[in-house]
């Protein structure tokens, strides 16, 4: 089964309400930002769904005039006059004036369902509630365009339409009152702008801090936790997989706090305030818009459902594509030694369109569904329009209502038609937990909880039985003691189990079967770093960090003096394997520990330079020390020299001792020799 369908396969479990918790532990430490941005948050809702309203109250009362007058006799006239005192004004028994943006939505269907209104809008001039100067300066005009003007006692109303007509000075003068208080509107509504600016950047400061905040700490925890893992967990995860899971995993989970999740809370909270308005301004026109909004939320459902997978794929094969790259970065050599650059382009080209085709599955959900909602939502405003329009018309609806019900169509769809790219982030940042989840549940090794501080090390296997996946046997039933300051040494064919040992004495593997014991306590009691500060290794395949050999001590002019080298060492960057082996080599003997592992440490330096750190490591008497060599050459001064052939001590003793028991030992000297030899005569 591929690893796609394995880590498919694993997704069927359910984690989301054990990552929620998880993901709240990080923010509950920074809830006090959390709070503040809320807040923010709540009023910068407040003060956009106040915006529209205001514009519906400048257009209905200031801009566009609200008062008809009947054509005909209205029954209720008289009930409403007492109702409704200043907005309705009577001018005979068969003809009143109606201010329509005072009545309730009850009357206005009354009067609309009557037929007495005339369509004409009227501009309407009481002078008794007007100041000596401002009345008389009204008188003037009327009396002056009496063709437009129709007095009843202190009422002087004319056609909107004819306004127009009069002399601008003249309107401005009529009109003033509205101006000015269209002026405060307009000031009000650059203040609430003003405010919506400085609370959102308020609130998008505070998210993206704490983001940041919560991005450190979670990043911090996962690669301690990493650090910690077993080693059989390394062997079964690339690199690149791993350091996708710090890097990007962590980016997408911050974004999804600071994009999607609190801004959520905003959307829902404008929508609601909008909802509320809507309802008070047109009932008909609000459940048309809700109807809308939940055909969409079913179609945000399905596209949902299919970005789930999608997604998931999409994770699974950037993770696969960066395991890859990184792979082949640090493998370039051999790539390139081998011709394998044709063959590796391939597998690239693979993984590449696995990952080209998941990005194609969910574009092509996101055309499908972006354009739809946009669709619908210029739907929505045709039908307000249209519906919205009629009742206008009919009076049912003033005209800044309507304006403000298209304003506030366009607020309810925008985080709908967001949807599509939150979803993006959610669905990235989701698969991203899941992932990092994954990682933060692995079991850590096994620590053990005894420190040892010792000078002198004394090292036992008991009946040792280890194998690296539960079937194949790698060592079998393995028993050997090495006592404080002794050499022994590990010897045997590639395969043999010699590496495993030093792995499970440094506790990167537990054994399965049997003990180890390290001055008689057994290993897995023993806290890890201590044991390893008892312990240095140095490994054939090495890694220094960092550019400078300063940061990997001893100095380098040290480690030329130290070994003979021909050369100082001076950087870290263009060091052959040989120079690495012996800056490593210096840092091991200048570390204070009991035992000392070298396993193949000196196989790339050259003979002349190897006997003299072999002279190095002869002086360590106190160290106990357990070398690992394929070239007898290097073991032959051992106090004791094992021999572990298939995975079992085969022989023991000194160097002539098993010469003299002439096994494998014997076998593999007499090799060596006949090279060594065959080697020489080609010099000559």
């Not at 380098?556 to 080298?565: P, R």
């Not at 394997?577 to 196989?603: F, H, M, N, R, Y």
Request: aromatic share 12%.
């Amino acid at each position: 089964m591929s690893t796609f369908n394995l880590e498919e396969k694993k997704r069927t479990t359910t984690y989301d309400l054990k990552i929620l918790r998880w993901m709240f532990g990080y923010i509950k430490p920074n809830r006090i930002f959390f709070i503040l941005a809320l807040i923010c948050m709540v009023i910068t809702a407040v003060l956009e769904v106040s915006i529209p309203y205001l514009t519906k109250t400048a257009v209905d009362n200031y801009i566009y005039p609200s008062w008809a007058k009947t054509e005909k006799p209205y029954k209720d006239i008289d009930k409403l006059h007492s109702s409704y005192s200043d907005g309705i004004i009577k001018l005979n028994d068969n003809e009143v004036l109606v201010d329509m943006s005072v009545l309730k939505s009850i009357d206005k269907t009354n009067f609309q369902k009557s037929g007495v209104l005339s369509e004409t809008k009227y501009i309407v001039f009481d002078t008794d509630k007007l100041n000596n100067e401002k009345r008389i300066q009204l008188e003037k005009i009327f009396k002056t365009n009496t063709q437009f003007f129709t007095n009843q006692g202190s009422v002087h109303y004319a056609k909107f339409s004819d306004i127009g007509k009069l002399p601008k000075s003249d309107i401005k003068l009529l009109r003033s009152e509205s101006m000015d208080s269209l002026k405060k509107i307009v000031v009000v509504i650059f203040l609430l702008l003003l405010g919506v600016f400085i609370f959102t950047t308020t609130y998008t400061y505070l998210l993206f801090y704490s983001g940041h905040k919560i991005m450190h700490s979670i990043r911090m925890d996962a690669f301690t936790h990493i650090l910690k893992l077993p080693q059989p967990y390394f062997d079964k995860n690339p690199v690149g997989r791993l350091s996708t899971r710090v890097t990007n995993d962590v980016n997408a989970i911050n974004e999804m706090y600071t994009s999607v999740a609190v801004q959520f809370i905003k959307d829902l909270l404008v929508i609601t305030g909008i909802v509320i308005i809507m309802f008070s301004l047109d009932k008909e026109l609000t459940f048309i818009i809700l109807g809308l909004t939940a055909f969409l939320g079913f179609v945000a459902y399905l596209f949902r459902m299919r970005l789930k997978t999608v997604f998931r794929n999409i994770r699974i094969t950037i993770g696969k594509l960066n395991a890859f790259v990184q792979e082949s970065i640090q493998g370039i050599v051999l790539i390139k030694l081998y011709g394998k650059e044709a063959q590796n382009f391939s597998r690239f080209k693979d993984i590449n369109r696995e990952n080209y085709n998941a990005n194609m599955s969910q574009l092509w959900a996101y055309v499908m569904f972006r354009p739809f909602i946009e669709y619908v939502s210029i739907l929505g405003s045709g039908l307000i329009l249209w519906y919205g329009g009629f009742n206008v018309i009919q009076y049912t609806l003033s005209l800044g209502s309507l304006i403000a019900f298209l304003y506030y169509v366009r607020m309810i769809f925008k985080p709908i038609q967001e949807l599509s790219e939150r979803y993006n982030i959610f669905q990235s940042a989701a698969a991203a937990s899941e992932n990092l989840y994954d990682v933060i549940i692995e079991e850590a090794e096994p620590v053990g909880g005894k420190i040892i501080n010792t000078e002198s090390a004394t090292l036992e296997f008991k009946n040792v039985w280890f194998s690296y996946n539960n079937r194949d046997w790698v060592l079998k039933d393995v028993s050997f003691k090495i006592n404080p300051g002794e050499s022994v040494a590990l010897v045997g064919l590639t395969g043999s189990g010699k590496s495993t040992i030093v792995n499970l004495i440094l506790k990167f593997y537990k054994a399965h079967r049997g003990e180890i014991l390290f001055n008689g306590e057994n290993i897995n009691n023993i806290d890890n770093k201590s044991l390893r500060e008892n312990i240095t290794a140095v490994f054939q395949d090495l890694f220094l960090f960092g550019k400078d050999v300063s940061e990997n001590r001893p100095d380098a002019q040290e480690v030329k003096s130290k070994f003979g080298l021909a050369h100082s060492i001076d950087r870290a960057d263009h060091l052959s394997s040989g120079e690495t082996q012996i800056v490593s080599l210096a840092k091991a003997l200048s570390k204070k520990s009991s035992l000392l592992i070298l396993d193949e440490a000196t196989s790339h330096i050259d003979a002349d330079i190897e006997k003299n750190i072999q002279d190095s490591i002869k002086h360590s008497k106190n160290r106990t020390r357990l070398i690992i060599a394929h070239r007898l050459s290097n073991v032959r001064g051992a106090d004791k020299i094992l021999v572990i052939h298939k995975g079992e001590i085969n022989e023991s003793g000194n160097h002539y001792e098993l010469l003299e028991k002439r096994g494998i030992y014997h076998t593999l000297h007499n090799f060596q020799k006949e090279i060594q030899k065959v080697s020489s005569t080609h010099r000559n």
